[in-house]
């Protein structure tokens, strides 16, 4: 086709290698001794990869569909490759999907406002776009506190960053909303000023709209990118670990939460790990998985909230005269028994967990301590 064959070989090479860095990346990642670490650091890596695809591509074509098309193939892609690398089920595909489209949009509107701008050295700007906001978020997922907040909330990649990742770990989109609802305001946006090209006032309203959608993701940010923590902790030193290992949470939590939390009430009705266990000592240890692979996860707000749900599961599902030495065998015995129900939370809209089994087995000794000592 001719929008193809109008994209000069050089911006060609741009776009495979903003389509190969993440695969390399993903590769590279591949045998890390942590948990899912695909998983843990997929929003990152994907948001990445639909920038550089989207964004060169559309900049390079002049077209905002070439530009979507090659981001969703790249999203696509990379997806399938984490997945046969060993990243578990993806826990809320809808809510990856959606995100995935509107980072998409986002990206490519911003490669056709380049074009349109700077015609057929358009994609050069895209790529210095692309490697300057790789970097920054590559750089505060190794670093957290490397880059100031401020300067992250600025940051369209950092929006779909943060939705891809809560729809791989967290709660789904909704706890992200603030960063979708950037994207698709930024994208909006971009298109009015490419679409009215070459006049120059819709640019106000387009950084209007960038500072504004800022400050709204500023005010309500996402949850934070997960941390895996492989630590284990011996039972003795319970009461001395980390304020931040197997907590449980006091107060209320906020709307998007709840609402996590309220999903996986009702599809733990018929989770089969809890649901269809007969063995009443495995059951507990299933259901001690669900707080166990989150808090590992370092998922919050989340993970501090689970084990109310969880306790209150067992106190349904084990019998009061059998509970508290049961929950106490869990915790003096961690490494009995089987934790292969970590492998089905997916279908309870959390991330599944993969690799070494000690670690996870720690947390669940831990949480059951804890609630076998509360009444």
């Not at 990346?25 to 670490?37: G, H, I, K, S």
């Not at 890596?45 to 550089?52: D, W």
Request: with cysteine.
């Amino acid at each position: 086709m001719k929008a193809f064959s109008n994209i000069p070989a050089m911006a060609w090479l741009a776009v495979v290698i903003a389509a190969l860095a993440p695969v390399a990346a993903m590769v590279l990642l591949r045998d890390v001794p942590a948990p899912a670490p695909l998983a843990l650091v997929g929003g990152p890596i994907l948001a990445v990869g639909l920038m550089g695809t989207g964004m060169i591509a559309a900049a390079a074509a002049g077209r905002l569909w070439i530009g979507v098309l090659f981001a969703l193939l790249a999203g696509v892609g990379l997806i399938l490759l984490a997945r046969a690398l060993g990243m578990p089920a993806l826990p809320h595909p809808i809510s990856c999907l959606l995100a995935v489209i509107v980072a998409t949009l986002s990206f490519a509107a911003r490669g056709t406002l380049f074009a349109r701008a700077m015609n057929r050295n358009g994609w050069l700007m895209a790529l210095f776009v692309v490697a300057g906001e790789a970097a920054m978020l590559y750089a505060a997922s190794a670093l957290p506190t490397l880059l100031p907040a401020w300067l992250l909330v600025l940051l369209p990649a950092q929006w779909a960053s943060t939705a891809i990742q809560t729809a791989l770990t967290g709660t789904g989109t909704r706890a992200a909303s603030s960063a979708l609802f950037a994207l698709a305001g930024t994208a909006a946006t971009t298109l009015l000023v490419a679409l009215l090209w070459p006049r120059r006032w819709p640019y106000l309203l387009m950084f209007s709209a960038w500072l504004g959608l800022s400050a709204l993701v500023w005010h309500r940010p996402g949850p934070p990118m997960p941390r895996s923590d492989l630590a284990v902790y011996a039972l003795p030193a319970l009461l001395e670990r980390p304020a931040n290992i197997a907590p449980i949470a006091m107060a209320p939590p906020d709307p998007a939460t709840a609402s996590a939390l309220a999903r996986v009430q009702r599809q733990l009705a018929s989770w089969p790990p809890a649901a269809a266990e007969p063995d009443l000592v495995q059951r507990a240890r299933n259901l001690l998985l669900i707080a166990a692979v989150l808090d590992l996860y370092d998922s919050e707000p989340l993970q501090s909230h689970l084990p109310g749900l969880v306790s209150a599961a067992i106190k349904t599902r084990i019998p009061a005269v059998d509970r508290t030495a049961i929950l106490t065998a869990i915790a003096l015995h961690p490494e009995e028994g089987s934790v292969a129900a970590r492998g089905a939370l997916p279908a309870l809209g959390l991330p599944a967990n993969t690799g070494e089994e000690k670690p996870v087995r720690s947390r669940m000794a831990l949480y059951a301590a804890q609630l076998a000592a509360r009444p």
